[in-house]
């Protein structure tokens, strides 16, 4: 489980969301798995259970996790998840950035493409 970075400039809540939504996305937690209580997470990562709070808020909001009252947050199936615009444009951009990177390092545009086809498959090979 994640230890948050206090020296990060991102916030804690944010941090702890990104981590949920890694172990949700990679398979680590499966859909209608239960996450620890609100309380339970705010003591293991010694956070106040406000900053758990928003960020089981925010997963909620995403499609990520869902409330059931009285019996705790848990995880979603991937077909209600919405797909984060934010973080799809974020990615596309650093995407962009990154291969611009390798050409001015020297790389011909064919093998950036193999090595992006090739990561890829390796990808596709881990599901």
Known sequence: MLQPDLRSRKPIYE???????????????????????????SKQLTVN?????????????????????????????????????NLRKEGMELLKSSIEMLKRSGLEFEEI????LDFVKEEEEKR
Do not use: C, H, W
Request: hydrophobic residues 35%.
């Open 49 to 85: 259970p406000n900053t758990v709070q928003k960020a089981y808020r925010e997963l909620e909001r995403q499609r990520y996790v869902y409330t059931s009252a009285g019996l705790g947050t848990f995880v979603e199936k991937p077909e209600a998840r919405q797909p984060d615009l």
């Open 15 to 41: 941090q702890i969301m990104d981590n949920l939504r890694d172990e949700i996305l990679s398979g680590v937690l499966a859909p209608d798995e239960k996450l620890p209580s609100v309380r339970d997470l």
């Open 113 to 116: 493409k193999s090595a992006i």
